[in-house]
């Protein structure tokens, strides 16, 4: 079945530093790929998504790449800032798995001042 | 923000108490989703709504069971309280089914002693 599987926090990172969430996935079909970010306290929100191979989602600064070849969709940002510290959550969704939205564990990221 | 509010907010129970959750939008939309949320676990499904009176189970449903009277209500119910249950529940919304994105309420904090 499908799965994704993300690099294990928490990181800890400064402000300004680069940042790399890694995260591969299985899936069997074409799967559309998203990055979600939960800040403390409250529920997911979307950060990007991209629907198909070569596509690059972003916003906030934050970008990601859908790579088929070696089925994933790392998280990249050049310089992070405290207000990024959250808890970041790769997820799938396609067809073959009647299109259900499978998460990841989850990637707590801390970025100190 | 999507308008989605759950209640309550924070729950502590008793183990073979029945307990309800409530997930109200206002955005109009489909589908309605009822997740957990557990420590190396990331979101998983408990079960989800396509229409009023229309729900099928997730990959968590035992234990559970959920009703949809009407478009902007999705109640979660554990008959039995089991110390198992003790996690945060998300409500999640989505227009569509498929790819679309997914708008998350701000969870229960739910405790089973």
């Known amino acids: 079945g499908n799965s994704v599987t993300q690099m294990e926090g928490p990181v800890t990172l400064s402000e300004e530093a680069f940042l790399t969430i890694n995260c591969t996935y299985t899936?069997?079909?074409?799967?559309?790929l998203f990055w979600y970010v939960q800040y403390p306290g409250e529920g997911l929100q979307l950060l990007l998504k991209?629907?198909?191979?070569?596509d690059k989602g972003s916003n906030k600064g934050f970008e990601a790449t859908y790579r088929k070849e070696t089925t994933s969709f790392h998280l990249e940002k050049g310089s992070v800032q405290v207000s990024d510290s959250a808890v970041y959550f790769c997820?799938?969704?396609?067809?073959?798995?009647?299109?259900?939205?499978?998460f990841g564990a989850g990637t707590r990221l801390f970025v100190k001042a | 923000d999507a308008g989605i509010t759950q209640s309550p907010r924070h729950k502590v129970t008793e183990t073979g108490t029945p307990v309800t959750l409530r997930c109200h939008q206002t955005?109009?939309?489909?589908?309605m989703y009822w997740y957990r949320q557990d420590p190396g676990h990331g979101l998983r499904l408990i079960h989800y709504?396509?229409?009023?009176?229309?729900?099928d189970k997730g990959e968590v449903s035992d234990g559970y069971s959920v009703s949809r009277s009407k478009t902007e209500d999705f109640l979660l119910t554990l008959e039995s309280a089991t110390s198992s249950q003790t996690s945060v529940y998300f409500c999640?919304?989505?227009?569509?089914?498929?790819?679309?994105?997914?708008?998350f309420g701000p969870g229960t904090r739910l405790t089973v002693l």
């Open positions: 999640a919304i989505s227009e569509s089914w498929g790819t679309d994105t997914q708008y």
């Open positions: 899936a069997t079909g074409y799967p559309s």
């Open positions: 991209a629907t198909k191979a070569d």
């Open positions: 997820a799938l969704s396609d067809q073959d798995g009647g299109f259900k939205t499978i």
């Open positions: 955005e109009n939309h489909r589908y």
């Open positions: 709504s396509y229409g009023v009176k229309d729900t």
